[in-house]
């Protein structure tokens, strides 16, 4: 069964702070999705890749398969980027999520 | 294009009482997927349907959840009777394929048990 870990737990952070969250697996998948909850909110994809490295707006998400790695990086923060980031393997085993990193972005 | 609806939003019960949540997949989507998060935790997932086929089911607590999906379209999750730590939001997500697929998740259904 895959593991699955993210880094750092809580991540505070200023307005205009380039950010980076990590995440781990254990087994080999076939896709790593990136989701954003927002508090009291619903889950949003933001992104899924299975290799390379993709970009939307002031998101990056990085993937590397033969590191079972995969980092999510936010240029020029804001506020509004103020969320729990979740990553998800998605493997032969189905989906298996992280437990989230809460990021919160001061002005 | 519609998103995944889910309802109620919101619902209170006591213990031992029971409770439904419906979910609406986004329209063409084969994979359906109901997720418990408790406060803090990532989401888990309960039951993943394929069609009207149920796909994993082995999170689920068979003495008290049950789920269906007859049509391959809407989808019902019951619990019966609730317990107090069943308190979560419960969230269901499509995609049009199985893990390889983007996921689309609804708002969730948030549930106290008191």
């Known amino acids: 069964k895959n593991e699955v870990e993210q880094s750092p737990q809580n991540l505070t952070a200023q307005e205009g702070e380039f950010i980076t969250i990590n995440c781990s697996y254990s087994?080999?998948?076939?896709?790593l999705h990136w989701l954003q909850q927002h508090p009291g909110g619903g889950i949003v994809s933001l992104f899924m890749?299975?290799?390379g490295k993709k970009k939307h707006g002031r998101l990056i998400a990085t993937i590397n398969i033969q590191e079972k790695h995969s980092s999510l990086h936010i240029t020029a923060s804001h506020p509004r980027d103020s969320a729990v980031y979740i990553c998800?393997?998605?493997?032969?085993?189905?989906?298996?999520f992280g437990k989230g990193t809460h990021l919160i972005i001061q002005p | 294009e519609a998103g995944v609806a889910q309802s109620p939003r919101y619902k209170i019960i006591e213990k031992r009482q029971s409770v439904a949540f419906w979910c609406n997949p986004i329209?063409?989507?084969?994979?359906l997927y109901w997720y418990q998060q408790i406060l803090g935790q990532g989401p888990k997932l309960l039951i993943q349907?394929?069609?009207?086929?149920?796909?994993?089911d082995s999170q689920l607590p068979k003495d008290r959840f049950s789920a269906e999906r007859l049509k391959g379209v809407d989808s019902t999750l019951k619990i019966q009777p609730a317990k107090l730590e069943d308190s979560a939001v419960y969230l269901c997500?499509?995609?049009?394929?199985?893990?390889?697929?983007?996921?689309?998740f609804g708002e969730g259904s948030r549930l106290t048990v008191l």
């Open positions: 349907f394929q069609n009207n086929g149920v796909v994993d």
């Open positions: 329209s063409g989507h084969a994979t």
């Open positions: 890749l299975s290799s």
């Open positions: 997500a499509s995609s049009r394929t199985t893990s390889t697929g983007e996921l689309f």
């Open positions: 998800a393997a998605g493997g032969a085993d189905g989906l298996t």
């Open positions: 087994v080999g998948i076939s896709a």
